[in-house]
T-cell receptor, first 113, second 114 residues
Framework: KAGVTQTPRYLIKTRGQQVTLSCSPISGHRSVSWYQQTPGQGLQFLFEYFSETQRNKGNFPGRFSGRQFSNSRSEMNVSTLELGDSALYLC????????????FGPGTRLTVT | GESVGLHLPTLSVQEGDNSIINCAYSNSASDYFIWYKQESGKGPQFIID?????DKRQGQRVTVLLNKTVKHLSLQIAATQPGDSAVYFC?????????????FGEGTQLTVNP
């Protein structure tokens, strides 16, 4: 069974631009969560989607948004990029919401210049 | 705020030794815990999980212990190998109301010396 895939793997953007990252969960998994990883803040929860609905949201500004499609694939969008948005963005999938095994993708490395 | 934390940022062991990585959590409502391994340039890799109705769970060369009395979690790796070198994170899930949201500790860098 294929794992979680994320595209693109690397991205360089300029301040003020916007970016869209994509995540395809493991087949059969319906919950997709997004995390931001930085050296200073560690792994922080962004949001979770299940059945095309946002179930939970972390403490990030409104510039960070996401969505989930009927096939469970998910995208996240960051608008008006700031230098501090440079990070590894990780997507995780699980079968259901709650205390279930979550598997991470390789991440998208975003660099904002 | 409440968070899951690790006692040591780094741990160095000799190949073949057993490793113990510790984690303390503060939210008594947490009922599900996961250990992840993250190698450089990769996403976190699921190692083992444990629910709050258990105090021990074993996998292949790994054991997770949960002490709810003192809110402590540990990961034991038997016969540590160079390929085990990575950053290890514990993560907690705080029950149904938090969905699949995981709160991560700061990580322990495990270095295995040949």
């Amino acid at each position: 069974k294929a794992g979680v895939t994320q595209t693109p793997r690397y991205l360089i953007k300029t301040r003020g631009q916007q970016v869209t990252l994509s995540c395809s969960p493991i087949s059969g998994h319906r919950s997709v969560s997004w995390y931001q990883q930085t050296p200073g803040q560690g792994l922080q929860f962004l949001f979770e989607y299940f059945s095309e609905t946002q179930r939970n949201k972390g403490n990030f500004p409104g510039r960070f948004s996401g969505r989930q499609f009927s096939n469970s694939r998910s995208e996240m969008n960051v608008s008006t990029l700031e230098l501090g948005d440079s990070a590894l963005y990780l997507c995780a999938s699980s079968q259901m919401v709650g205390g279930y095994e979550q598997y991470f993708g390789p991440g998208t490395r975003l660099t904002v210049t | 705020g409440e968070s899951v934390g690790l006692h040591l940022p780094t741990l160095s062991v000799q190949e073949g030794d057993n490793s113990i990585i510790n984690c303390a959590y503060s939210n008594s409502a947490s009922d599900y815990f996961i250990w992840y391994k993250q190698e450089s340039g990769k996403g976190p890799q699921f190692i083992i999980d444990i629910r709050s109705n258990m105090d021990k769970r074993q996998g292949q060369r790994v054991t997770v212990l949960l002490n709810k009395t003192v809110k402590h979690l540990s990961l034991q790796i038997a016969a540590t190998q160079p390929g085990d070198s990575a950053v290890y994170f514990c993560a907690e899930n705080r029950g149904e109301t938090s969905g699949s949201r995981l709160t991560f500790g700061e990580g322990t860098q495990l270095t295995v010396n040949p």
